[in-house]
């Protein structure tokens, strides 16, 4: 079985490469990483594709892109992705993942997914009514098998009284499907000063770390950068040091 790996880039083109790099060290399946390019202007546009051309790797243009907001600029491509690909998809495992989520350990989404229809991070809002549980976006990896995909949106927007960011209207896929056998991944949220869950980081960086660069790691194989579109709109030489951190890990 095959693995179709979806990334989602526009603000840091630089970090195609990286993920790229990692995923040929440590994922042990048979996979295609693919970019949707999701670029907000014509200098980024350029500079996706170039990166996808020298690297080898397929890129395809996002036909429905929403930059009117933050959540609408991410949840759009996504969409986009699954009304195109994913949803026709009934052969290969399908994986929406960050454009800053990089992989750090050896991982197989084929052993991963054995048992599974989907697997993916839970969010949960307060809807007033009930607490809602949706998908988030950041890893969401789908069996070919899993039931009716099609009709999987990973948009945002309000539910009863509920605030949801993006994939939050999975709400809905989910609990239309109440047989959908779903894995739920966990992570640490936000890296703080805790010995158990800085050894995780690779042995090479885990000194290198520091507590404001606000990580994450996502089922222990998964150092999540967070903000890798500059959305939190942080000094320029702060972003610099986080993607100093990471080529660390990549390339040293």
């Known amino acids: 079985m095959q693995v179709k790996i979806y990334t989602f880039s526009d603000k840091s083109p630089g970090f195609i490469r990286w993920q790229h790099e990692l995923l040929r060290r440590y994922l042990h399946n048979d996979y295609e990483f693919i970019v949707m390019n999701n670029a907000s202007s014509t200098i980024l546009d350029k500079t996706i594709r170039t990166e996808c051309t020298e690297l080898g790797i397929r890129c395809e243009e996002v036909l429905k892109k929403d930059f009117s907001t933050g959540c609408y600029a991410c949840a759009a491509p996504i969409q986009d992705c699954i009304d195109r690909f994913i949803g026709k998809d009934d052969e290969n495992i399908s994986v929406i993942m960050d454009s800053d989520l990089f992989l750090m350990k050896d991982f197989s989404f084929v052993s991963f997914m054995d ?138």
């Not at 039931?147 to 999987?152: D, E, G, H, R, T």
């Not at 869950?197 to 042995?203: D, K, M, R």
């Not at 222990?220 to 951190?245: I, P, Q, T, V």
């Open 115 to 252: 048992g599974w229809d989907i697997a993916g991070i839970p969010q949960s809002r307060d809807a007033v009514y009930e607490i809602i549980e949706y998908l988030w976006n950041c890893l969401v990896i789908i069996h070919p098998n899993a039931p009716n995909k099609k009709s999987l949106h990973m948009g945002c927007g309000t539910i009863m009284h509920g605030a949801c960011d993006v994939g939050g209207m999975s709400y809905f896929y989910l609990r239309a499907n109440p047989d959908l056998k779903w894995r739920r991944i966990p992570t640490t949220g936000v890296i703080l000063d805790h010995p158990e869950v800085l050894a995780i980081l690779p042995e090479k960086i885990r000194a290198d770390y520091n507590l404001d660069f606000e990580m994450e790691i996502i089922e222990g194989s998964w150092l999540h950068f967070r903000g890798g579109s500059r959305w939190d709109n942080k000094k320029k030489e702060f972003y610099e040091s986080k993607e100093a951190f990471i080529n660390k890990m990549v390339w040293d």
